[in-house]
């Protein structure tokens, strides 16, 4: 557990040097024309190649194949992003949300089955969100009826990101409807092999389809694999979402810092449409050094975060105070970058697969970004609560109707 | 800001549009309706091949091609009214460039070219979403130099594109023979130029009344945490934020109208000045009504992801939110715009510009707030 800095700096050399190695040299073309086939074995295949670098899982604990203090990971990040290597698209709720639930709520038996299987490339989808449970997550109307040695399931789930390419999903499902919402609530895996289960995916504005619907028909799941007591769902799902608002973002912040906002420099440091070069411009200079301030702040925030959820010290609403910057921040670097890269910008139709939230193809990254503040709990659920658990705000009253 | 309008009046200025032109805007928007309403641009992006057959009968039947918005008065206003139906349904059609079309029909319409000059190799080509409405297109610059370009054929399905075609300048024939168009624009160049700047305005507005009219519609339906989303005041903020933002517009709108109607010197200014307001508001607009949406108003599900998207060109062609201020400051220099608060027509902004270096606004008979 050393970060000296001498040691922190050998890190960065050994991580330097793997990258040099590793990351494929032409990977974004390749990704650009890719189809949904090639991007899964392509995924898979740098997953594998980053766990045999001792790089896939390091904010797991030591145990099971991580344990890298969270000073080196900043460092990882950091060089993974300065290398312009590609990110763990497919991957991302399997090594985040997936474990996170299974370590902090999970039994030993889940656990030895699935944190190793999700090494070996095991994929999860999130399944919480539905056409009428969106903000109002604990509104949820999926239920999961008991009979015999497990649940049956019935109802909807909307938004589940990549659910076309999972092997699992984290499920939330109503198994006592008569109680009050949030106390009658269960969280299950759910093997997506399952008969009774139908995925079709949704074409969003950006002409993807990432998302998808998860239609339940009957869904037979073990009872041993209900997560946490019966009806005590939601406290685990409550784990799984600070999850993603907080701990995924020290990746992202440094992807934001070291690859997205260097690569707008660059851009600014070309030719400006009237002569001369965009960087030149004392207004362009103004908003990129406000922007590096911004990013600076955000990374400083992440980093402060993943320390003190390490310490056990974190605040009820520091998850929430650093997805509401990360979202807001990257929405307003994206908008800058369109500028920048003018009209001929519009015309670069493909981002390539497995890239960041920014890739350069600045449009498409800006559209993207769009969706930062909406799942994981939209910017008002996020204000609310800095409101409500982090200042100590009275609830917002409930007018009668 | 209706007491200082009302003063403004006194000089003989008057935004409102006529009760024919608002009476021939209800009538455009029924029409729309009764044709498929929001399955119009759908239909046009499954079969782009017909969208001219599936729009121009349509602008046949309620008249459209009678209008001329040259002619200012009635005719200017129902124009614009016309494209602000237009934009409600986002209708896949270049209606705004169409109705300006030169009057001896040599071109299909007008588009404003972003360079300098309105030959080849003064600028960025131009680019409007045109494709399929017509093969040669007139065009003009902000300096009201005319010229003559052709649509090239779509690279991308309407899905990417939305329809946007670059245009090929053709070389122009000036006094000294065949050249690149670099003398100094006409006053009639320059009208034409506030004219194709002030129309797909209209129709960008009739877009963000839309997507208002859809996101307050939805927040008022969407239950969560047992109560419409309408009931909470974060949700009311950001919707009344978004409507400020869209009332504004409206005003510029009906400000940069009467200014091309009145030949006001400051034309270009004035519907520079509109169509950056339009853009930001339209920045604003969107993304609240996207955030307010949640995930579904990006799905082709949603009308609102429609008007969102085919919101684009109107929005980055020919100018985008940045090129637009910088076409506008560069212009107006230290003297401001005159807008309604000034003199006689024009007088003030147009004045400082030519050195008499008062400030605008400045006018003899500026009125008190």
Redesign the interface.
């Known amino acids: 557990m050393n970060t000296s800095t001498e040691d922190l700096a050998e890190f960065r050399a050994e991580v330097r040097r793997w990258c040099r190695e590793h990351v494929p040299a032409d990977w974004r073309r390749a990704q650009t024309v890719a189809g949904d086939a090639e991007f899964v074995a392509f995924q898979q295949a740098w997953f594998q190649e980053l766990r045999t670098g001792g790089y896939a899982v390091p904010h797991w604990p030591a145990e099971w194949g991580g344990g890298m203090p969270a000073a080196q990971q900043v460092v990882l990040y950091q060089e993974l992003a300065a290398h312009d290597a590609p990110r763990l698209v497919l991957g991302f709720v399997s090594i985040h949300h997936a474990a996170s639930t299974l370590l902090a709520a999970g039994t030993d038996e889940q656990r030895a089955r699935h944190l190793p299987a999700i090494l070996d490339g095991e994929i999860w989808v999130q399944g919480f ?1 539905e056409p ?5 997550l604990a ?1 949820l109307r999926t239920t999961a009826r008991r009979e015999g040695d497990g649940f049956v399931v019935d109802g909807q789930k ?2 589940a990101s990549g659910a076309a390419h999972a092997d699992w999903c984290l499920l939330l499902a109503r198994t006592d409807p008569a109680a009050p919402k949030r106390r009658g609530i269960s969280y299950f895996l759910m093997d997506m092999r399952s008969p009774g289960l139908d995925v079709r995916p ?6 993807e389809s990432h ?1 998808c619907e998860i239609f339940l028909n009957g869904v037979v799941i073990p009872a041993e694999n209900l997560v946490g007591p019966v009806n005590q769902g939601w406290q685990v799902a409550q784990a799984t979402l600070s999850a993603e608002r907080g701990m995924t973002m020290l990746e992202l912040a440094e992807r934001l810092g070291n690859a997205g906002f260097r690569w707008l420099v660059e851009a600014c440091r070309g030719p400006a ?2 002569g001369g070069r965009l960087v030149d411009d004392p207004r362009v200079q103004d908003r990129l050094a406000e922007l590096e301030t911004e990013i600076a702040g955000l990374r400083a925030l992440c980093l402060g975060l993943v320390e003190r959820h390490e310490a056990g010290t974190a605040g009820p609403a520091d998850a929430s105070v650093v997805k509401l910057y990360y979202s807001e921040l990257l929405q307003r670097t994206m ?1 800058f970058a369109v ?1 920048v890269a ?2 001929p910008a ?1 015309t670069e ?1 493909r981002k390539p697969a497995s890239s960041g939230w920014e890739s350069g193809a600045w449009v498409l990254d800006f559209i993207g970004s ?2 930062w ?3 994981g709990g ?3 659920i996020q ?2 609560i800095i409101g409500e658990r982090g200042l100590g705000l009275p609830r ?1 009253p ?2 009668p ?1 | 800001m209706t007491a200082v309008l009302g003063a403004a009046t006194s000089t003989d200025m008057n935004t409102e549009l006529s009760d024919e032109a608002a009476e021939y805007g209800r009538t455009a928007l029924r029409a729309f309706e009764a044709a498929g309403g929001d399955e119009l641009v759908q239909a046009a992006e499954r079969e782009p091949e017909k969208r001219a057959g599936l729009i121009e009968p349509l602008l046949d039947e309620i008249g459209a091609w009678e209008l001329d918005p040259r002619a200012g008065g009635d005719e200017l206003e129902a124009a614009a009214a016309l494209c602000r139906a237009a934009g409600w349904w986002a209708l896949p059609y270049p209606l705004a460039e169409r109705l300006c079309r030169p009057a001896d029909g040599s071109t299909a319409g007008l588009v404003l070219a972003a360079g300098t000059g309105a030959g080849v190799g003064t600028g960025p080509a131009p680019a409007a979403a045109v494709a399929g409405a017509g093969q040669r297109w007139s065009t003009v610059t902000l300096d009201g130099r005319r010229g003559v370009a052709t649509a090239r054929p779509l690279a991308e399905g309407p899905r990417y594109g939305a329809f946007v075609a670059e245009l090929d300048p053709e070389p122009v024939a000036t006094s000294t023979g065949t050249g690149t168009g670099t003398e100094d624009g006409t006053a009639d160049g320059r009208a034409d130029a506030a004219l194709a700047l002030v129309l797909p305005c209209w129709t960008l507005l009739g877009m963000l009344d839309r997507a208002l009219d859809l996101t307050r519609a939805h927040v008022l339906a969407r239950q969560q945490f047992g109560q419409p989303l309408a009931r909470f005041q974060g949700v009311q903020f950001q919707l009344t934020d978004a409507e400020v933002e869209r009332v504004g517009v409206e005003e510029l709108a009906k400000f940069a109208l009467w200014s091309v109607q009145a030949g006001h010197g400051d034309a270009v200014e004035d519907a520079l000045a509109l169509r950056h307001a339009a853009l930001e508001a339209a920045d604003l607009v969107f993304r609240v009504t996207h955030q307010l949406h949640g995930a579904m108003g990006f799905c082709d599900e949603t009308t609102l992801s429609w008007i969102s998207r085919y919101s684009q060109p109107v929005r980055r062609h020919p100018l985008s939110l940045s090129a637009t201020r910088d076409h506008l400051t560069r212009r107006i220099g230290r003297a401001g715009l005159s807008g309604p608060f000034a003199g006689p027509a024009g007088a003030a902004g147009a004045a400082a510009r030519a050195g008499a270096g008062s400030a605008a606004g400045s006018g003899e008979e500026g009125q008190p707030r």
């Open positions: 969100s009428e449970a969106g903000s109002d509104g909307l938004w949704v074409r969003n504005a950006a002409g998302f449409p009237g908008d500028e003018g009209l519009h139709l769009w969706e503040t909406i799942p939209t910017s008002e204000r609310t917002e409930v007018v109707a």
